[in-house]
């Protein structure tokens, strides 16, 4: 349970959730995927928001939970990591970028940040870390958060392979969303996709069709 003066367990349930983001690896790549919806209680609020925040020129944060908390750690994070490559001459690791986001989760706990937290990206392999607004990390292969992650994590569950293409990866993440919009009212309105490699880092917008 949270201390009183934040935000009730209800109010919790609901903010962390209101959403659908995956991502996975695929070979020398991390594909991160998202939808666009964004919802205020059962009110579509934004049919345009990009759940996919550029922390560096090889990494990117998926965002399930409060817009703004999400938004406020973002941007904390960015700075530090140029300012850790500015002084040191080496650039922050995926790892280093998701245990600094963990502290700052951690250190919040009693007004904490309402979010959950997928974070991929490439230093000497491709990464992908999950945190939950408590700062606990885990590294995965493949990961989903939000209100359609159950339905999305099946499709991954599904369909994963070490051995993917990243066009088949991108597919996946396609098809993990595009179900989770199919069964989850707060997930919809389109998938933004974000492809980092070793030298890449490219978004790309796929529609929602039936």
Not at 30 to 35: H, Q, R
Not at 86 to 107: D, E, Q, Y
Request: neutral net charge; charged residues 25%; hydrophobic residues 45%.
């Amino acid at each position: 349970m949270l201390p009183a003066g934040r935000i009730g367990d209800d109010k919790l349930a609901r903010a962390l959730h209101g959403t659908t983001t995956v991502g996975l690896i695929a070979g020398d790549y991390v594909v991160l995927a998202a939808d666009k919806r964004a919802t205020a209680g059962t009110l579509i609020a934004s049919r345009r928001v990009k759940k996919i925040v550029k922390i560096t020129d090889y990494s990117a944060m998926t965002i399930s939970g409060l817009v703004a908390d999400a938004q406020n750690l973002a941007d904390i994070v960015r700075e530090e990591s140029r300012y850790y490559a500015l002084m040191t001459g080496v650039r922050l690791s995926v790892k280093g970028i998701a245990t600094l986001l963990a502290n700052i989760l951690f250190s919040s706990k009693f007004f904490p940040y309402i979010v959950q937290l997928i974070v991929g990206g490439y230093d000497v392999k491709p990464r992908i870390y999950v945190l939950d607004l408590y700062g606990s990390i885990t590294e995965e292969k493949y990961a989903a958060t939000g209100s359609g992650s159950p339905v999305a994590y099946g499709v991954l569950e599904e369909m994963y392979r070490d051995d993917l293409t990243l066009d088949e990866a991108i597919d996946i993440a396609r098809k993990a969303i595009r179900t989770a919009i199919l069964r989850d009212s707060a997930t919809g309105d389109g998938i933004d996709v974000v492809i980092i490699g070793k030298d890449k880092y490219e978004e790309k917008f796929i529609p929602f069709t039936r």
